[in-house]
């Protein structure tokens, strides 16, 4: 079953609004979760490192004002795209790990597609 | 050099088929290394994670070759539900927590 659960799965906004994605890790603890986002036909790509009760980590060339994450505890982060503009429509995944070994697998989130027109 | 470049494909191919896809990685310090599949429009699932000396689950054979930084992943007797995009995933090397760098996936189709 999954382990990683994500919502909304699906989101149409107007340009200029905010979306916010939440990403909950069940029935573990996640002190660390990744956000990625996927264009069609590109592969997925790491925008940030979300850290419990610290600041997130951002990729090079991702706004942290654009994209707000807040990881307030250790089953919960949520992304926020603000101000979203179409190009911000896309695939948006997040993901965590069960084990302790950063060499071990990610689980993903079944994933937030958000459109702005 | 992309950091994880794969086939894209597509690999049409009949049931009971096999089918191999390779994948190269740039980063010779990669630690570890696994195949994902994605189905259209939905998150990425663990496929397999690949060991240095081989491994296999059922169907799937995926290989490691180091000293070449190539992987690849075998499947037998293709079935219908094998349709999907298969993702070659590697640590990223200097990842405060491990990162994962994808590649764009090679994709599979299975035909009747």
């Known amino acids: 079953g999954a382990v990683v659960s994500q919502h909304p799965s699906r989101v149409i906004c107007k340009s200029g609004t905010s979306v916010k994605i939440e990403c909950r890790s069940l029935d573990f603890q996640a002190t660390t979760m990744f956000w990625y986002r996927q264009f069609p036909k590109q592969s997925l790509m790491l925008m940030a490192t979300s850290n419990e009760g610290s600041k997130a980590t951002y990729e090079q060339g991702v706004e942290k004002d654009k994209f707000l994450i807040n990881h307030a505890s250790l089953t919960l982060s949520t992304l926020t795209v603000t101000s979203a503009h179409p190009e911000d429509s896309s695939f948006y995944i997040c993901s965590a790990r069960t084990g302790g070994s950063y060499n071990s697998p990610l689980h993903f989130g079944n994933g937030t597609r958000l459109t702005v027109t | 050099r992309k950091e994880v470049e794969q086939d894209p494909g597509p690999f049409n191919v009949p049931e009971g088929a096999t089918v191999a896809f390779n994948c190269t990685y740039s980063?010779?310090?990669?630690?570890?290394f696994f195949w994902y599949r994605q189905d259209c429009r939905k998150e990425p699932k663990l496929l397999m994670s690949?060991?240095?000396s081989g491994n296999e689950d059922g169907r799937f054979t995926a290989q490691l070759n180091r000293a070449s930084q190539y992987i690849s992943l075998l499947i037998r007797d293709s079935k219908l539900s094998d349709s999907a995009t298969y993702l070659c995933v590697v640590t990223a090397y200097g990842g405060s927590q491990g990162n994962l760098i994808f590649g764009k996936g090679t994709k599979l189709s299975v035909k009747p």
């Open positions: 690949v060991y240095s």
């Open positions: 980063n010779s310090a990669s630690q570890s």
